[in-house]
């Protein structure tokens, strides 16, 4: 059960790492920066940003505790529990548009994940 709660964990922390980057994605001014190292330095002190970098970093650490208990096998399908979960929160928070094919294509992520941890 406890690798079960780090696999989630760590895609629950990679989903709201997503997130955070795309926060500060939408408040960085790329047209200020003329070269491609001040572009990057311009992303990298962005605070949504670094967040978002620090969520995936402890994510990782998150993801290897849980590999050292369950089969990757049966672990990495899980991954895609991080698409529903960046889905509902971009809906939420961004007011993305929801569609019967994304609905449909979210669904089927969902059925793919189950059938795969009960396999």
């Given amino acids: 059960m406890q690798a079960y709660i780090f696999v989630f964990s760590s895609i629950l922390l990679g989903a709201v790492g ?10 960085l001014n790329m047209a200020a920066a003329t070269s491609f190292f001040a572009k990057l330095l311009t992303m990298f002190t962005q605070p949504y ?20 208990r369950l089969q990757l096998s049966a ?14 929160l971009a809906v939420f928070l961004f007011k993305e548009t929801v569609s019967l094919v994304k609905i449909g294509g979210l669904l089927m992520i969902i059925m793919g994940v189950i059938v795969l941890a009960k396999s």
Avoid: E
Wanted: hydrophobic residues 65%.
């Fill in 75 to 88: 672990a990495y399908p899980m991954v895609a529990a991080g698409y529903v979960i960046v889905f509902i």
């Fill in 18 to 27: 997503q997130v955070l980057m795309k926060l500060g994605a939408t408040k």
């Fill in 49 to 68: 940003i670094i967040a978002g970098l620090f969520c995936y970093g402890l994510s990782a650490v998150f993801w290897i505790f849980g590999l050292t």
